[in-house]
């Protein structure tokens, strides 16, 4: 077992890719070695692929020293992008949420090196006011203890997300976030020097999860968002910006046939080559 600790894929030409949390009982199946026991699991998922999304953190911030542990187990170069708590975004005072983020962006930042993008997720259905979220957007501070942040503004409600919201993000430096799902909002403006999408798509009957043509083709885009291009076959709201030389890409399966997600993302590794 020793053997599939070792040698973690890196990111190649600045691609991450991974999977939504790491604790599912079908992965114990198709996934996870057999007999390897739960706490090992995210020692083992993170050697697989080169990120993760924490979705828990949505529900309920942690304590500092579970995150340095969660930091622990993981390889040099690995990060985690974390959701942060819904009770911010879900707030009746948006504007002055200012002492809740400074609160979670404390603790998560015990995370270290391993500390990916933050996504801040407005739900489908909530009603947001375009003055207090632009107020709340200058409370995401661009550092905390002198680590750099990266945000992420995942609003789901169609009737918010337009050009004034692409601009607002672009204006800011903070991304959103481009899904493949027809559930949700689906446009791939660039609004920040690292692109954040969310494929959730698999399908159950595909052992990759995606066929081979399909993650042929998300290699391609991936490192044409990477080399700082934009996909010409993706919707965008607004007219592009000036690109620049590079970029980073974090991509995530989600959703969907989930059981099928960590194939999905490690077939995508080897596409791209990662090693």
Do not use: C
């Not at 040698?7 to 600045?14: A, I």
């Not at 006011?129 to 990266?150: I, S």
């Not at 954040?196 to 595909?206: E, F, G, H, N, P």
Request: aromatic share 12%; hydrophobic share 40%; glycine share 8%.
């Amino acid at each position: 077992m020793m053997d599939l600790f070792s040698n973690p894929p890196k990111p190649v030409e600045g691609i991450r890719v991974g999977i939504g949390g790491w604790t599912y009982a079908p992965w114990r199946d198709n996934f996870y070695p057999k007999g390897l026991v739960q706490r090992r699991e995210l020692e083992f998922a993170s050697r697989q692929l080169t990120a993760i999304e924490v979705n828990g953190t949505y529900y309920g911030m942690q304590k500092p020293a579970t995150y340095a542990k969660w930091a622990a187990e993981t390889p040099e170069g690995f990060v985690f992008s974390a959701k942060a708590p819904m009770r911010i975004m879900q707030s009746r005072a948006l504007a002055k949420t200012g002492p809740q983020v400074d609160d979670f962006l404390g603790g998560i930042v015990s995370l270290g090196d391993r500390l990916g993008p933050i996504v801040w997720q407005f739900d489908a259905g909530q009603k947001i006011d375009r003055d207090e979220f632009a107020q709340f957007v200058e409370l995401l501070p661009d550092a905390v203890d002198g680590r750099a942040m990266r945000h992420v503004l995942d609003v789901r409600d169609p009737a918010f997300v337009d050009a004034d919201f692409v601009a607002l993000a672009r204006r800011h430096g903070m991304a959103t976030v481009f899904t493949d799902s027809p559930d949700y909002p689906s446009f791939a403006d660039v609004t920040a020097d690292f692109v954040y999408a969310r494929l959730m798509r698999s399908r159950s009957d595909v052992p990759t999860g995606y066929p081979d043509a399909e993650l042929e083709q998300w290699s391609g885009r991936l490192r044409e968002w990477a080399r700082g291009g934009e996909p010409a076959d993706l919707p965008r709201l607004a007219p592009a910006t000036e690109p620049p030389a590079s970029r980073e890409v974090f991509v995530f399966f989600i959703s969907s046939a989930k059981e099928r997600n960590p194939a999905a993302a490690m077939a995508l590794l080897k596409r791209l080559g990662a090693s």
